[in-house]
């Protein structure tokens, strides 16, 4: 009999990706913003159910509450046609299974199961000042998104 | 206690679906959003590594963290700027339409 919290865990998991997935079968933008807003709701719940409940309120405050809603908002008149969808399907099988296989196994057999956290740490510690460079690099980026941003605005007010 | 493994292949099975979106969907809307997908995937992975890693590697975890999410917010704000610049312009949104980006 699996524990409730493990039922518990693979509903939101299947919750989840398939809130993922149904971003592309929606029909209407708007919906599909709100699939991944379930989506993000989804992972908030994964990050509860795995201890990090502070984390969790982030997720949903910053991105289900704010972002998504503005998201929503902003693009709730416009209407599409999926397409595709068997293309679509195939290859989101084939390239889950095949990421899984080629990222996860390795790691695995290299590390030992469940000895995730020890190879992330270790890679963190190991490129600790590269990630500063990435994180001016990314700060750096999200300015001039910003400026790009000011600019659209003054070209269409 | 959940298997970290479990959570990984959320992760991988966010990237692979956000992926074959990006590969098959022409609207541009649609393909941000599957970039948003692959955000979520790796906060869903650095917070699997601070959840189950030592505190050292925790603290470079909220770090890493709080860049992927910084990105993320930026990358929805960016897209809301395309939305309202090209709906405003009349572009289309297929992407196979589009053959410049000056503007």
Do not use: H
């Amino acid at each position: 009999m699996p524990e409730p919290e493990f039922v518990l865990f693979v509903a939101v998991a299947v919750f989840t990706v398939g809130a993922a997935a149904a971003i592309f079968f929606q029909k209407s933008l708007m919906r599909s913003v709100m699939s991944l807003t379930l989506s993000f709701t989804g992972s908030a719940v994964i990050f509860y159910i795995i201890g990090q409940n502070v984390l969790a309120l982030i997720q949903l405050l910053v991105f289900v509450g704010g972002l998504s809603t503005y998201l929503i908002v902003a693009v709730s008149s416009e209407n599409r046609e999926p397409r595709r969808t068997g293309a679509f399907v195939a290859l989101a099988v084939f390239l889950s299974i095949g990421l899984s296989v080629a990222l996860l196994a390795p790691m695995a057999i290299t590390q030992g199961a469940g000895n995730f956290a020890n190879y992330a740490s270790s890679a963190f510690n190991s490129y600790y000042a590269l990630l500063y460079v990435i994180a001016l690099a990314l700060f750096g980026a999200a300015m001039a998104s910003v400026l790009v941003i000011r600019r659209f605005v003054r070209l269409i007010v | 206690m959940i298997p970290v493994y479990y959570i990984l292949y959320i992760c991988t099975a966010l990237v692979g679906v956000a992926l074959a979106a990006i590969a098959v969907e022409r609207n541009l809307i649609v393909i941000m959003l599957a970039v948003e997908l692959i955000f979520l995937a790796s906060t869903v992975a650095v917070v699997a590594f601070i959840a189950y890693g030592s505190s050292t590697g925790g603290a470079l975890g909220v770090m890493a963290l709080i860049s992927i999410w910084a990105v993320a917010a930026i990358e929805i704000i960016t897209l809301v700027a395309f939305y309202v610049y090209m709906k405003a312009r009349g572009y289309s949104f297929d992407v196979s339409l589009l053959s410049k980006m000056r503007w």
